[in-house]
């Protein structure tokens, strides 16, 4: 009990916050391109209670990655839809890279201001569980970037692609939209894709933003998980 409180305290704020800002992102791309869907039906915001899905905030502490409810874009009412798609979808991505960058500089920061000389300073005391939120929200802002750009529809990556090819592929790729998400269920579960294609950009990334604190991110995920 005592762990899964733990668990709570160290992965729900930034995780809430990273899958929300991802999808409210997608909304005013949207927005911003003719589409006031999202707007009309108030996901411009980030209140998690108009994003909350179950069991995608569960699955955030079951294997560390989790979704909102996606924020409805309606392709017609973008002024070059096709066009236009590829930026609605780039930004949730786009976002999550960003929260990252910033909650890495913000932890280099805050572990060079500790007293490395005694863990028990109040300092250290005061500064630890905002280092450990800081190391998850790096890594689970980089996670949701890389995954979601996996090119497969509905993933993210999949509707920029979308965007990006000619229109004959652009139709027949779109097409996989409905079963893409089994499709990606089945990779994960039972082939070896996270190990291969997802971890090795992920250990990149966690390396190029934290640096000397990748350890931290990396130590805290692993405690995370476990």
């Known amino acids: 009990m005592e762990s899964f409180f733990l668990k709570l305290s160290v992965m729900l704020v930034p995780g809430m916050l990273a899958i929300v800002c991802h999808e409210v992102s997608h909304g005013y791309v949207a927005w911003r391109f003719g589409d006031p869907t999202a707007r009309m039906q108030g996901r411009l915001t980030l209140n998690p209670l108009k994003h909350i899905d179950i069991i995608g905030t569960l699955m955030i502490f079951f294997v560390g990655i989790g979704w909102a409810k996606p924020v409805p874009v309606v392709y017609e009412n973008l002024r070059n839809p096709k066009r236009d798609m590829i930026w ?14 910033v909650s890495a500089l913000v932890l280099r920061a805050l572990v060079s201001f500790g007293n490395p000389a005694s863990s028990l300073s109040p300092i250290n005391m005061l500064l630890e569980p905002v280092v450990l939120m800081l190391a998850f929200s790096v890594y689970i802002n980089l996670l949701l970037a890389i995954f979601n750009m996996i090119p497969m529809p509905p993933l993210d990556g999949g509707r920029v692609l979308v965007g990006l090819l000619p229109y004959r592929q652009a139709v027949a790729l779109s097409r996989i939209e409905p079963y893409g998400m089994m499709i990606i269920i089945a990779l994960v579960f039972f082939t070896n894709m996270f190990s291969y294609i997802v971890s090795p950009f992920l250990r990149f990334g966690v390396h190029l933003l934290a640096g000397p604190q990748s350890g931290i991110v ?6 995370m998980m476990h």
């Open 88 to 101: 609605v979808a780039a930004a949730g991505p786009i976002t999550n890279i960003i929260i990252a960058t």
């Open 218 to 223: 990396m130590g805290v995920t692993r405690l």
